[in-house]
């Protein structure tokens, strides 16, 4: 079965500051892709970052950047430089191999501190 | 970009009345929607995926009769919640993926269901 953990029910950092947001994942596939999204209290959900299963080379989009290590089967998201506007729930998900659907993390609550 | 729609935003309706969502893809055509709803302080939970000019294929537990989702086109889908009951009051998110790609998901803002 497809399992994505948050373990981290929130976190709290100084602005300016980087902070990393653990994901790890359960799956059988050889081909999956990994996702984090962020929702701030407005409720709409942002994509951030993208990682497929066979990309060699950690992701990054602007300040956000994925450390994806498939043996140990997690997908960190790492912000660096926090904002104040960085404040939101964020949450790790998977699209199992040969699927479009995505499977959600019970997601974590960031909170940046001035 | 990627960017998809939704309305209303907000929506307070009688028990036993219906209330129509629509989710639309503004500027790229979605092979896929989804509709998902999201309980206070949790994940989101799928409720159906939605392919244009097929039936939507519903997860496990959700009533179907009670949930229609109509995919007219490539860039718009609708929820209709029937008979509305306050255990339906929820915030339902519909998301459309692009036709190419790693098919990432691109979420609208929501919707905040009410019933009275």
């Known amino acids: 079965a497809q399992k994505i953990t948050q373990t981290q029910p929130g976190m709290f950092v100084q602005e300016k500051e980087a902070v990393t947001l653990d994901c790890t994942y359960d799956?059988?596939?050889?081909?999956?892709?990994l996702f984090w999204y962020k929702q701030p209290s407005s409720g709409e959900m942002i994509f951030l970052i993208y990682?497929?299963?066979?990309?060699?080379q950690n992701a990054t989009e602007g300040r956000y950047s994925l450390n994806f290590q498939k043996a140990r089967k997690s997908a960190n998201l790492v912000i660096s430089a926090s904002q104040l506007g960085d404040s939101a729930m964020y949450f790790c998900?998977?699209?199992?191999?040969?699927?479009?659907?995505?499977?959600f993390g019970k997601g974590m609550k960031l909170t940046v501190n001035p | 970009g990627a960017v998809v729609s939704q309305h209303p935003s907000r929506v307070i309706c009688k028990s036993g009345t219906s209330v129509k969502i629509e989710c639309r893809s503004l500027?790229?055509?979605?092979?896929?929607m989804f509709w998902y709803r999201q309980f206070p302080k949790q994940s989101l939970m799928l409720m159906a995926t939605?392919?244009?000019?097929?039936?939507?294929?519903?997860e496990q537990g959700v009533e179907k009769d009670k949930f229609l989702i109509n995919h007219a086109s490539l860039t718009l889908s609708t929820l209709t919640v029937t008979s509305a009951h306050p255990e339906d009051s929820s915030f339902y998110i519909c998301?459309?993926?692009?036709?190419?790609?790693?098919?990432?998901?691109?979420f609208g803002p929501g919707t905040r269901l009410t019933v009275t």
């Open positions: 998900a998977m699209r199992p191999g040969g699927s479009e659907k995505l499977v």
């Open positions: 990682q497929g299963s066979y990309d060699e």
């Open positions: 799956t059988s596939d050889q081909s999956y892709g």
């Open positions: 998301s459309a993926s692009k036709l190419a790609g790693p098919y990432e998901q691109y």
């Open positions: 939605s392919n244009e000019g097929s039936k939507a294929t519903y």
């Open positions: 500027d790229f055509q979605a092979t896929t």
